[in-house]
């Protein structure tokens, strides 16, 4: 079956502009996951959401950063006047339920503020 | 202080060898952990759980030391496929199984 995809692959934008980044999880899959890695680094946690609702979002670094997910399924992360400092890679991950469950990631989208 | 730490490499090993990795969490707290592997600008995947009492899996062998807040990933007669970045993992107990990931250890298996 298909897995995580995740658009754009890339992405380049200038400092201060608006950019949107969409997941569209495996099918089924209650559980989304947003991480972003920066090079060289591990991916580290943003925002959890089970089903539609954001279940922990303690992960986002500021005010700039918000994400969606208004049916359950595909999710959009959304960030406010980019910053250099915002340039990463940002990876989704799905999983069945959340608990325990492995999660699985997409490609991820690689940002690039200028 | 990281809550997942790793030696970032990179390990150079010739094909055949036997290389192992350590990683130490500093979250008493910690419930499951993983090794993950990830390749050059691929997303990670999973390569393994790991258990207290060990786990196999043909030729790597993950362990978890609770007491020492240490794990480890042994593998053997290492292949040139087994190149990548290797990255530990824990989930914290009540933590919506979100990842904490450690920097990630690179290896490079050379004919």
């Known amino acids: 079956g298909a897995g995580v995809s995740q658009t754009p692959s890339n992405k380049v934008t200038e400092k201060g502009k608006y950019v949107e980044l969409r997941c569209d999880p495996i099918?089924?899959?209650?559980?989304l996951y947003w991480y972003r890695q920066s090079l060289g680094q591990g991916p580290e946690f943003l925002i959890y959401?089970?089903?539609?609702?954001?279940?922990?979002d303690s992960g986002l670094p500021n005010d700039r950063f918000f994400a969606v997910r208004p049916e359950g399924s595909v999710s959009t992360l959304k960030i406010q006047r980019t910053e250099r400092g915002d340039s990463a890679v940002y990876l989704c991950?799905?999983?069945?339920?959340?608990?325990?469950?492995?999660?699985?990631f997409g490609p991820g989208t690689r940002l690039t503020v200028l | 202080r990281k809550e997942v730490e790793q030696d970032p490499g990179p390990f150079n090993v010739p094909e055949g060898a036997t290389v192992a990795f350590n990683c130490t969490y500093s979250?008493?707290?910690?419930?499951?952990f993983f090794w993950y592997r990830q390749d050059c600008r691929k997303e990670p995947k999973l390569l393994m759980s790991?258990?207290?009492s060990g786990n196999e899996d043909g030729r790597f062998t993950a362990q978890l030391n609770r007491a020492s807040q240490y794990i480890s990933l042994l593998i053997r007669d290492s292949k040139l496929s087994d190149s990548a970045t290797y990255l530990c993992?824990?989930?914290?107990?009540?933590?919506?199984?979100?990842?904490?990931f450690g920097g990630g250890t690179r290896l490079m298996v050379k004919p």
């Open positions: 991950a799905s999983s069945l339920s959340g608990s325990q469950d492995e999660q699985f």
């Open positions: 959401f089970q089903g539609t609702g954001a279940a922990d």
């Open positions: 993992v824990v989930t914290l107990y009540n933590a919506g199984n979100m990842l904490t």
């Open positions: 979250n008493s707290a910690s419930q499951s």
């Open positions: 790991v258990y207290s």
């Open positions: 099918s089924g899959h209650t559980a």
